[in-house]
């Protein structure tokens, strides 16, 4: 049985600022890059991804965007790697399971929420912000649709800021599975889990905390606890004033549900096709309540990157 691991520079590469930030114990956030290369178009991915940065140093931290490029998982990209991610043709999208062929076979994509979780992990950074995670899919008895996401965070010790789950999801499946997983939940000034477009989803969370600092103090306490490597969700609801309107979210929500059973949409082509008939039926606002979600999300990540590293010993 093979027992020796490859050195870590032979398939991760941190960028120089996020290396010398991790040797330091300097604050680092870890940012997805999925939604550069898929989740936006042509120019404003580019303009998001820098702008995502930007908030995560103003935060007092180091931002680490991590994506396959020729088979070597960066772990913080510079400008024309970023560039890349941004306009490059055919770019893959890679969960945590399409890594070792990524790495293998030299090739290049942007990493989803479960293989950002994974190397962001493995190259030593404990924070993660991102839009809203995957989960358990609508009609899950029958289809068994579930996301990597929720198997990751079962067993991996990263804090994740987001603002819920996707909304077109079951949220109270994906809830319960979480728990069965182990997976902490605590809502950040909240006591109701995000709706990821809306400011709430309805459903209860057990805990509220109200600044970074608790954050950090979970985690030092997840630690000191010991016990299986799961992660913590700090849920980050999305501003009222920015959230898209409930009523127009349901009404084409309920529009692209059915438009899916029609055209019988399964599988990996469901999330996308979802996300994609909102964009258009709601004419792009359900697009900029991502994003506001996502800076939300990103600031308060850096806030509580700050926290955790002050208290390092």
């Known amino acids: 049985m093979r027992t020796t691991q490859q050195p870590i520079d032979s398939a991760l590469r941190p960028s120089a600022e996020v290396a010398e930030a991790l040797a330091q114990g300097a604050p680092v956030v870890a940012l997805e890059s999925t939604i550069i290369s898929h989740g936006l178009p042509q120019p404003r991915n580019l303009q998001v991804a820098v702008e995502l940065e930007e908030i995560v140093r103003e935060a007092g931290a180091v931002p680490a965007t991590i994506a396959v490029l020729d088979g070597v998982a960066h772990i913080g990209l510079g400008p024309d790697e970023l560039k890349r991610i941004a306009t490059e043709p055919g770019l893959r999208k890679l969960g945590f399971r399409d890594l070792p062929a990524a790495v293998a076979l030299r090739a290049s994509g942007a990493t989803t929420v479960s293989?950002?979780?994974?190397?962001?992990?493995?190259?030593?950074?404990?924070?993660?912000?991102?839009?809203?995670?995957?989960?358990?899919?609508?009609?899950?008895?029958?289809?068994?649709?579930?996301?990597?996401?929720?198997?990751?965070?079962?067993r991996t010790r990263i804090t994740v800021?987001?603002?819920?789950?996707?909304?077109?999801?079951?949220?109270?499946?994906?809830?319960?599975?979480?728990?069965?997983?182990?997976?902490?939940?605590?809502?950040?000034?909240?006591?109701e889990f995000p709706g990821f477009y809306l400011h709430t989803s309805g459903e209860p969370i057990d805990w509220r905390i109200e600044t970074p600092a608790e954050a950090a103090e979970i985690m030092r306490a997840q630690d000191a606890l010991g016990g299986p490597e799961t992660a913590l969700i700090v849920a980050n609801p999305v501003a009222r004033a920015e959230q898209l309107d409930p009523v127009l979210h349901d009404r084409v929500l309920a529009e692209a549900l059915a438009a899916a059973d029609r055209e019988k949409v399964t599988g990996q082509a469901i999330t996308p096709f979802l996300l994609g008939y909102l964009v258009r039926g709601t004419a792009g606002a359900s697009l900029e309540a991502n994003l506001a979600a996502v800076r939300g999300n990103v600031r308060v990540a850096g806030q509580i990157a700050v926290s955790w590293s002050q208290g390092k010993p």
């Open 115 to 154: 293989a950002t979780s994974f190397l962001a992990a493995r190259a030593g950074i404990r924070i993660f912000a991102t839009g809203g995670l995957g989960g358990v899919h609508r009609g899950w008895t029958d289809s068994q649709d579930e996301s990597a996401d929720l198997d990751m965070l079962s």
């Open 161 to 191: 800021v987001c603002a819920g789950v996707k909304s077109i999801l079951d949220v109270p499946a994906t809830l319960q599975r979480l728990e069965t997983r182990g997976v902490s939940v605590a809502g950040f000034r909240t006591d």
